[in-house]
């Protein structure tokens, strides 16, 4: 039975392919201008990895911000049911989710079923989410995937002062200006993100283990700065963590189907 | 005087608004607050009376720093700054 | 930051444009029997402002370096060139703005709220009651009595939506210098909704959006502007609005965002001849004459 979870991000759109509980294709392209046909292209994708064909999919179910463009599914579900449902298949005691997209962040507080229990929400602003890193990225002059290496070689703790994406580019144009070492830069942009996270984990409390979701997750530095601020050893990120939504819209349509 | 301290964003409205009038400096609420985020002021600049007011390093984080004090699951939590006002003086807007 | 020269020089022009400074030469300083000065120093410009037994005489307005205390240094010389006046012959000086802590030569630092009230009031006349200041990186609502006293504020200088740069973002964006921004957001027909979101950064790629299906630039900052305009309507709802009502700050100047407001609130803001960027710097040099004042007569 082939089962098929598609997580419509607002950045990029993520499918994952399931035959009998097991991942057999996953696939990942940016949104762009037109979701729907992205939509179509990373689940041709995924069958391609999978030597499957379409009319063998049974069931699938759409999540993520964009989840009503997506084409040919057979339900919907909120992005926070399938970060604990996809966390909880790859972490069987997991107790707090946190998952962070290019454009929302939550935090969920679940049961030893994997049941949601609580939820937390940052949305409609870019300064807890990935977009900050990005364009921190950009103002830095790196690629989004060297700032987690360069943030681990920083020496000291600089706090921002800024609180909202567009400040921080021209904090950061000023702390160059300042001659601030690169490092330390990169790290006062992850210590930033991580504390408004923190913030909205604490709303709903936070119980290890913590399981890390989204982008962001693949960000060294990011969750270095996660786990000091938690003060806790028990956060894991699993592997493909940009990936675990989708999973769960997966696995949702396969108890369905 | 009533001073709205805090900021508005994409994500909503978050202000800790205190009249200076009903204020009578006795510093209840900086004492209490978990996260220091309340302090002491010369607010009016003619007059050398203290009210409270949010401080600089807490206004732009002003949701952040009160998160755990509005967990959620919880309509109408308690706050400790504004129970420990005997004036009525301190209201949040979230 | 867009790193597009062309642009980066239109910015520089801009501001180049705006640094400004002038003297009452009917006035003799040395008549005068108290002298005081108010320096604004703002993430993004700074002013000084001095005067003679309450009356205005002298005041400048230029761009806030990387240093605050030079740039306060740098206001008040410039205020003062050609006047033959030296900062050790002012009898109180108030620093105010963002930068207030770092005005090295002032008496007293006083926060902007209460400096632009008590500006206001002097460039608008006692009949103004509720100011909207728009700087560069932050944005008030004031509600003050007949003397300048503030009644009520609010500010907001955490989110970029309703500032300056937030504005400047957009010019980038769209490639049309800051000063076109009012008047082509104007240009249009019709006008069209407003963008969905309140973020900056949100909004910046709802916009490229717009351009990609055949939006004009007028019809982007149309939506923009009106956005904006809406949003700072909601910072002046907490405190109320009651007329007379005035703009002050750089967006004061930018047309799209005023009459949007204006249109709004159903009625025009209160105009005045005194550049609006002066407020913070005027009500500070007032609070000097008033604290002077009163030290003097309590010896």
Known sequence: MIAAGIDMGAKNVKLVLLRDGQVVGRALSLAGFDAEQTARSVMAVALKEAGLHRAEVTRVIATGAGREDAPDKDGIMSEVGCAARGAFHLVPDVRTVIDIGAEEGRAIRCDEQGKVVDFAINEKCAAGVGAFTEAMARALEVKVEQLGPLSLRSTQAIPMNAQCVVFAESE????????????????????????????????????????????????????????????????????NPEFVVALGAALAAASQA | MQAHHGYEDGSGRFYITIDSQRCNGCEACVAVCPAQVLVMIEEDPMEQVLVAAV?????????????????????????PCVAACESVAIQHSW | MPTDT??????????????????????????????????????????????????????????????????????MTWAQEHTGMQVQDIHFIVGTGYGRVNVPFAHKAITEIHC?????????????????????????????????????????????????????????????????????????????????????????????????QGWAKEKVLAAYCSAMAHRVFA???????????????????????????????????????????????????????ALEQRQRAKR
Request: charged residues 25%; hydrophobic residues 35%.
């Open chain 3, 235 to 289: 910072l002046l709802d907490r405190v109320g609005v009651e007329r007379e009502f005035a703009i002050t700050g750089g967006i004061a100047k930018n047309t799209g965002v005023v009459k949007r407001i204006e249109r709004e609130l159903g009625f025009e803001s209160i105009k005045s001849g005194i550049d609006s960027q002066l407020a913070g710097a005027l009500g500070a040099a007032l609070f000097g004459h």
């Open chain 2, 55 to 79: 401080s600089d390093e807490h206004r732009r984080k002003i949701k952040e720093s009160c998160a755990p004090c509005k967990p959620t699951g919880h309509d109408s939590p308690t706050l």
């Open chain 3, 6 to 75: 062309h642009t980066t020089e239109q910015h520089k022009e801009y501001w180049r444009w705006q640094e400004n400074h002038w003297h009452d030469e009917s006035i003799d300083w040395r008549e005068g029997a108290i002298l005081s000065a108010g320096v604004d120093v703002g993430s993004v410009s700074s002013q000084a402002v001095v005067m003679v037994d309450g009356r205005l005489y002298a005041w400048s307005s230029r761009r806030t370096g990387s240093n605050s205390p030079n740039s306060a240094r740098d206001a």
């Open chain 1, 172 to 239: 950061v144009v000023s702390m160059i200006h300042n001659n601030v070492p690169r490092p330390d830069m990169a790290r006062a942009v992850h210590d930033a993100v991580a504390s408004r996270v923190i913030a909205m984990v604490r709303r709903v409390g936070c119980n290890p283990p913590v399981v890390l979701l989204g982008g962001v997750a693949n960000n060294t530095g990011f969750v270095d700065s996660l786990r000091r601020g938690l003060e806790t050893e028990r956060l894991h990120v699993p592997e």
């Open chain 3, 116 to 212: 632009h009230a008590r500006g206001a009031n002097f460039m608008y006349g006692n009949q103004v009651r509720t100011i909207l200041d728009m700087g560069g990186q932050d944005c008030k609502a004031i509600r003050c009595d007949d003397k300048g006293k503030v009644v009520a504020f609010q500010m907001n200088d955490k989110c970029a939506a309703g500032t300056g740069r937030g504005m400047e973002v957009f010019a980038d964006l769209l490639q049309v210098p800051i000063d076109q921004v009012g008047p082509m957001s104007l240009d249009v027909e019709q006008e069209p909704p407003p963008v969905s979101t309140t973020c900056v950064v949100f909004a910046k790629s709802e916009a490229s959006g717009l351009l990609r």
